[in-house]
């Protein structure tokens, strides 16, 4: 692997996480979201990440060995976890039944989640600055 092929991977990695942070940030701005309908509550959504495949023609590439050049956004999925269900009749958003219906979001469980993805996000972004520092200091080796 090339010095010049880090600057591609930590900036795939740092637009995953961008994609991460992006749906945990709408996931907890509707996390007390009141509907009336099951069909219209808003759901948990989570990114869904992959390697990108290096070339198998690469140096250093082997059979038994998953050579990868980043990651890449696959796309974003809704939790199939159950809705939070309130029984409150007084609710001006109350079906029928006096039922409101609230997201299957886990506040905690996003909060790390951003955590998480802030570090990644960090993580990347000093190596990018570590291998910038050694491009740097390897064309002053000429001078």
Do not use: C, W
């Amino acid at each position: 692997m090339s010095l010049s092929n880090v600057f591609g991977i930590a900036g795939s990695a740092m637009n995953a996480q961008t994609v991460r942070l992006n749906t945990t940030a709408s996931n907890l701005a509707n996390a007390e979201s009141v509907s009336s309908s099951v069909d219209e509550t808003y759901r948990a959504r989570k990114p869904v990440f992959a390697l990108k495949a290096a070339d198998l023609e690469a140096p250093f590439a082997q059979n038994d060995v998953v050579q990868a050049q980043g990651v890449e956004v696959l796309g974003i999925v809704e939790s199939e976890a159950p809705l939070r269900q309130e029984y409150n009749p007084n609710h001006p958003m109350a079906d029928e039944e006096g039922y409101v219906y609230y997201p299957n979001v886990n506040v905690v469980e996003e909060m790390a989640d951003m955590i998480s993805a802030s570090r990644s996000f960090q993580i990347n972004a000093e190596i990018m600055n570590t291998a910038k520092q050694m491009v740097q200091r390897t064309l002053s080796l000429g001078q």
